[in-house]
C-alpha cells in the first residue's frame, strides 16, 4: 500500500549527539515536509520541500538539517545545536493535484528524547 | 500577528450527540481553512477543508462552517462515535507550502 514511512518509531539520544530521522514515501509525491509537534501546541514547520535537491526552511529550521537527493526520501538530521531537541516528529507529502490546499499525507511520526 | 487559536482545550460529548468544535483565526485576509484528525501516537489526518468564498461545507457525518465577520470557523461532527475520539486542529493557509496550525481540540467521547 502507498504511504509515508517514517522511522524509528522512537529515538532516544545524548545530548551532543546528531540524529537523523528517515522518512520515505511511495505516493510519488513532489512535496515532502517536516513537522515539529510539542504536547498542547499545534505543529510548526522545520523544512519543506518542493522537489528534488530543492529545500527551504520553515519557521523553526534552526539546528535541523535535510537533504533531499530522491523524490521518495526526505531525512531530517536534528543536531546538537538544536536546544531543546524532545519532540514529536511528523513527515507529511503532498499529491501533486492538491497544489492549492492544504491536504497532506502524515506519516506516523518518530518520538525523539533526548536524556 | 497571524495566529489560528482554539477556544475549548477539552471538548467531553456524550456518544451519539454532536461536537462543535470552534477555532478563531486573526488574518483577516485568510482564504483557506482546513481541520484535521490526530488519534493518539498517530499522525494527523485530512477531514475537510474550506475555501473563504464559502460558508459552509459538508462532508461524511461533518460540517464546516466559516464566519468571515467574525473570524471564526467551526467543525460539527454529527452522532458522534467513538471511533471519533482524538485532537482536532485547525489550520489556515499561509502561503502554498505553510499552514499556521491551531493547538488543538481534544474530543473526549463518554459513553
Known amino acids: 500500500d502507498g504511504g509515508i514511512t517514517q522511522s524509528p518509531k522512537y529515538l532516544f539520544r545524548k545530548e551532543g549527539q546528531n540524529v537523523t530521522l528517515s522518512c520515505e514515501q511511495n505516493l510519488n509525491h513532489d512535496a515532502m515536509y517536516w513537522y515539529r509537534q510539542d504536547p498542547g501546541q499545534g505543529l510548526r514547520l522545520i523544512y519543506y520541500s518542493q522537489i528534488v535537491n530543492d529545500f527551504q526552511k520553515g519557521d523553526i529550521a534552526e539546528g535541523y538539517s535535510v537533504s533531499r537527493e530522491k523524490k521518495e526520501s526526505f531525512p531530517l538530521t536534528v543536531t546538537s545545536a538544536q536546544k531543546n531537541p524532545t519532540a514529536f516528529y511528523l513527515c507529511?507529502?503532498?499529491?501533486?493535484?492538491?497544489?492549492?490546499?492544504?491536504?497532506?499525507?502524515f506519516g506516523e511520526g518518530s518520538r525523539l528524547t533526548v536524556l | 500577528g497571524e495566529s489560528v487559536g482554539l477556544h475549548l482545550p477539552t471538548l467531553s460529548v456524550q456518544e451519539g450527540d454532536n461536537s462543535i468544535i470552534n477555532c478563531a483565526y486573526s488574518n483577516s485576509a485568510s482564504d483557506y481553512f482546513i481541520w484535521y484528525k490526530q488519534e493518539s501516537g498517530k499522525g494527523p489526518q485530512f477531514i475537510i477543508d474550506?475555501?473563504?468564498n464559502m460558508d459552509k461545507r459538508q462532508g461524511q457525518r461533518v460540517t464546516v462552517l466559516l464566519n468571515k465577520t467574525v473570524k471564526h470557523l467551526s467543525l460539527q461532527i454529527a452522532a458522534t462515535q467513538p471511533g471519533d475520539s482524538a485532537v482536532y486542529f485547525c489550520a489556515e493557509k499561509k502561503s502554498n507550502y505553510q499552514l499556521i496550525w491551531g493547538a488543538g481540540t481534544k474530543l473526549i467521547i463518554k459513553p
Open positions: 507529511a507529502s503532498r499529491a501533486p493535484g492538491l497544489a492549492n490546499t492544504g491536504e497532506l499525507f
Open positions: 474550506i475555501r473563504s
